[in-house]
């Protein structure tokens, strides 16, 4: 083999690897990306049916309902406007309460009703997901808006 063929037989060698790993990069990216929804977002079908997302907001007053004997809790989350209803089944944040932001990562079931692999509460009186705060200023507009017309 000639010294040049050699030399075109390494870089596709090498083209051909970083291909590969370009490939397996993007794959586990693609497979990691979760997006976030809010609740309007949810109820106008944006968000995907039996694929994992992130849904943000308040936890309505008087919606935690906690089975007996079991460590599921059924919640709704809400951005003023729209509320989702949640089932987690696992041990909540202490920081979880009604009326205070959480975030919960899961998957839309074929009812509507979200069911949470993993629930996250807001840690201090300040401090709020960007997503969920621009959620519900969106929704708080909408409201607004549509009680002038």
């Known amino acids: 083999m000639k010294p040049r063929h050699k030399k075109l037989a390494v870089i596709a060698a090498g083209v ?9 990069v993007l794959n586990a990216f693609q497979s990691n990306l979760v997006f976030f929804f809010s609740p309007t977002q949810v109820a106008a079908n944006e968000a995907p049916v039996g694929k994992s997302f992130r849904i943000g907001g308040l936890v309505e007053e ?6 007996q004997d079991s460590t599921t809790v059924r919640f709704a989350i809400t951005d003023t406007a729209e509320v989702i209803q949640v089932v987690y089944t696992g041990i909540l944040p202490d920081l979880f309460r009604e009326g205070k932001g959480v975030v919960a990562q899961g998957k839309l079931d074929s009812n509507g ?3 949470a692999d993993e629930v996250l509460a807001k840690h201090d009186e300040n401090y709020m997901p960007p997503e969920a705060a621009l959620a519900l ?3 708080a507009k909408a409201q607004r808006s549509s009680l002038i017309q």
Do not use: N
């Not at 008087?62 to 089975?67: A, D, F, M, P």
């Open 137 to 139: 200023e969106e929704a």
């Open 113 to 115: 009703i979200f069911e």
């Open 16 to 24: 051909t690897a970083l291909g590969f790993a370009a490939v397996l």
């Open 62 to 67: 008087g919606s935690v309902l906690r089975e």
